[in-house]
């Protein structure tokens, strides 16, 4: 995919609306997560050690890491869209701008709905920004390019490099806590289910309909999938759970399938 080539087709300014809005929430949310002080998501763990290393704000140093594994895919031979550039850019602004206008939090009665608030909304942004297909972040960019060169599974691969990420991050002063595990166990479901809600069908595509997952208050329960952007360990979705518009062979197709 080139920067250019998802600029087009049906739903294309309902697709922008999706790519911005889910980019910015996922740093707002990110935001509320370093003011809940109960721990934060694997890559933003090391953002904030370096943070603390380097004097600059953690979304400066969001933008700085993603560029730089941006800079990786080059001899992986990954292709970025323009919603991987979006990506490197408007999270960690966004980040900044919810940073400034929300203060610390003192106190479990305060700190918990924070995160609790910071996990939902993350998920959330996650499905929006997914379900637009301007292609991958750029660290799933690396995942899948990791996968393709080595033939190891999206899960193992996923799994290494963000252990390394929690450690490298944690030893430069990073903050691991219950909120960093609570991350990880729910943002999986929680990013299956958004982006079913907000998937678009492809066009053309038989059964469309039906394919873009259940209506708004189904109650069949989504299944888990490999966890986006800066998020945990990757999780196997059940087949056939991974609605039409993020379609096989395609990288964000290669994030949420096994």
Not at 23 to 32: D, I
Not at 174 to 183: E, F, R, W
């Amino acid at each position: 995919m080139s920067i250019a080539s998802g600029l087009r087709g049906r739903h294309l300014a309902r697709r922008l609306v999706q790519l911005y809005v889910g980019l910015t929430l996922y740093g707002v949310s990110s935001a509320l997560l370093v003011r809940s002080g109960l721990g934060l998501e694997p890559w933003n763990v090391l953002h904030q050690g370096l943070a603390e290393k380097t004097g600059l704000s953690i979304g400066v140093v969001s933008i700085v890491v993603g560029a730089t594994v941006l800079l990786l895919w080059l001899p992986i031979r990954q292709r970025p869209g323009l919603g991987t550039v979006s990506n490197v850019f408007v999270i960690g602004l966004a980040m900044d701008g919810a940073l400034a206008l929300v203060p610390d939090v003192h106190g479990l009665a305060g700190q918990v709905p924070l995160l609790v608030l910071g996990i939902v909304l993350n998920g959330v942004a996650t499905g929006l920004y997914i379900a637009a297909r301007f292609g991958p972040g750029p660290r799933d960019g690396l995942m899948t390019g990791l996968h393709r060169l080595t033939g190891r599974s999206i899960r193992l691969v996923r799994t290494a490099i963000e252990v390394v990420v929690v450690a490298t991050g944690f030893l430069l002063g990073g903050s691991v806590g219950v909120g960093t595990v609570l991350y990880a166990l729910a943002i999986g479901p929680l990013a299956q289910f958004f982006l079913r809600w907000f998937a678009l069908p492809e066009p053309g595509s038989a059964g469309a309909a039906s394919a873009s997952g259940p209506e708004p208050g189904d109650a069949t329960p989504a299944p888990a999938l490999a966890a986006p952007a800066s998020g945990g360990p990757a999780l196997v979705p059940e087949p056939g759970s991974v609605p039409s518009s993020v379609a096989a062979g395609t990288p964000e197709g290669a994030i949420l399938r096994p």
